[in-house]
C-alpha cells in the first residue's frame, strides 16, 4: 500500500531564505506527483504536476524535483515571503485514469516570518 | 477553484438527518471525487466517479453515497448524517488531457450536531 510522508511537519524559516519541503513515497511505481498549496479555511491550490517520466518542474519561485527510484521529491521555494506561509501537500498518483487513488501526504506547515 | 464549485459552503444539521453535497464543474473533465480531511488523517477518499452513472468506493465510503447523473454533476450524500461523519469535504476532477492532475473545490464545512 503506497504511503506517502513529509518532513518536516512544520517550518519557520524568516523572510528570503531558499528553503525545502520534502516528500517521500514507498512504491515507486508512480504516474505523477502533485504538490498542492492549501491557506487556513481554504481548498488546495495545485502548485505543480510532475509526471512519471519527468525529473523536475518550475513555476515562477517554485521548483519541484522527482526522483522516483529513491521514493523521493523535493518543493524549493525560493526567496521565501510572508505570503507563501501556508501548508504544503505532497500526493502521489499510482495510476492514470480511474484507477489510481490520489495519495496524499500530511503536509508541511509552513510559517515565514518577516 | 475555477471551474468547479462545491455547495453548500457551509453546513450544520442533526444526527440522523439526510445530508446532500452538491458538487458542480464547467471543465467537462471525466473523474470527479470526493474527499473528507480530518486533523490527523489528512485527506482520504470517499467516492469517486469515472463517467456518467459509473462510480466506485474509496477509502472511506461507507455512510456515504454518491450520484452522477450528467457530466457535470456529482453528488455526494449522507443518509443518515453521524457526528462522526463532522468533517471538510473536498470535491475534485481530473482527466487525460490534464495529465491526471486533480483540480480542488473550495471545500464544504459540515458540522452534525
Known amino acids: 500500500k503506497q504511503e506517502v510522508t513529509q518532513i518536516p511537519a512544520a517550518l519557520s524559516v524568516p523572510e528570503g531564505e531558499n528553503l525545502v519541503l520534502n516528500c517521500s513515497f514507498t512504491?515507486?511505481?508512480?504516474?505523477?506527483l502533485q504538490w498542492f498549496r492549501q491557506d487556513p479555511g481554504k481548498g488546495l491550490t495545485s502548485l505543480l504536476l510532475?509526471?512519471?517520466?519527468?525529473r523536475e518542474q518550475t513555476s515562477g519561485r517554485l521548483n519541484a524535483s522527482l526522483d522516483k527510484s529513491s521514493g523521493r521529491s523535493t518543493l524549493y521555494i525560493a526567496a521565501s515571503q510572508p505570503g507563501d506561509s501556508a501548508t504544503y501537500l505532497c500526493?502521489?498518483?499510482?495510476?492514470?485514469?480511474?484507477?489510481?487513488?490520489?495519495?496524499f501526504g500530511k503536509g508541511t506547515k509552513l510559517s515565514v516570518k518577516p | 477553484d475555477a471551474g468547479i464549485t462545491q455547495s453548500p459552503r457551509h453546513k450544520v444539521t442533526e444526527t440522523g438527518t439526510p445530508v446532500t453535497l452538491r458538487c458542480h464543474q464547467t471543465?467537462?473533465?471525466?473523474?470527479m471525487y470526493w474527499y473528507r480531511q480530518d486533523p490527523g488523517h489528512g485527506l482520504r477518499l470517499i467516492h469517486y466517479?469515472?463517467?456518467?452513472?459509473?462510480?466506485d468506493k474509496g477509502e472511506v465510503s461507507d455512510g456515504y453515497s454518491v450520484s452522477r447523473s450528467k457530466t457535470e454533476d456529482f453528488l455526494l450524500t449522507l443518509e443518515s448524517a453521524t457526528s462522526s461523519q463532522t468533517s471538510v469535504y473536498f470535491c475534485?476532477?481530473?482527466?487525460?488531457?490534464?495529465?491526471?492532475?486533480?483540480?480542488f473545490g473550495s471545500g464544504t464545512r459540515l458540522t452534525v450536531v
Open positions: 475534485a476532477i481530473s482527466d487525460y488531457n490534464r495529465n491526471y492532475g486533480y483540480t
Open positions: 512504491d515507486s511505481a508512480i504516474y505523477n
Open positions: 510532475i509526471q512519471s517520466s519527468q
Open positions: 500526493a502521489v498518483k499510482d495510476y492514470g485514469g480511474s484507477q489510481g487513488n490520489l495519495i
Open positions: 471543465e467537462n473533465h471525466r473523474y
Open positions: 466517479s469515472y463517467g456518467v452513472k459509473d462510480t
